[in-house]
């Protein structure tokens, strides 16, 4: 099977992602920090959460690098 090359696409998406999901869940850990509930974990499910639903969003937004892609 063939791996699909990285592209420029790609690179923005999974960088924006990632972006939002790192201030995401250092917001998350300030908050739980500042009531006093803190719960460990809490940044790391935020994190990941919100990158993986930028990530959806941007890619269906975004759209395919080849208009003939199915994806």
Do not use: F, N, Y
């Not at 939002?20 to 006093?36: F, K, V």
């Not at 969003?57 to 690098?65: F, Q, V």
Request: a neutral charge; glycine letters at 8%.
């Amino acid at each position: 099977m063939a791996r699909k090359p990285l592209t420029l696409r790609t690179a923005v998406i999974t960088t924006a992602a990632a972006a939002a999901g790192s201030t995401a869940g250092t917001i998350a850990e300030a908050i739980t920090a500042h009531l006093g509930c803190h719960q460990p974990g809490t940044g790391h499910l935020a994190t990941a959460v919100t990158a993986l639903w930028v990530l959806e969003k941007l890619h269906t937004l975004i759209g395919p690098d080849d208009p003939t892609s199915p994806h």
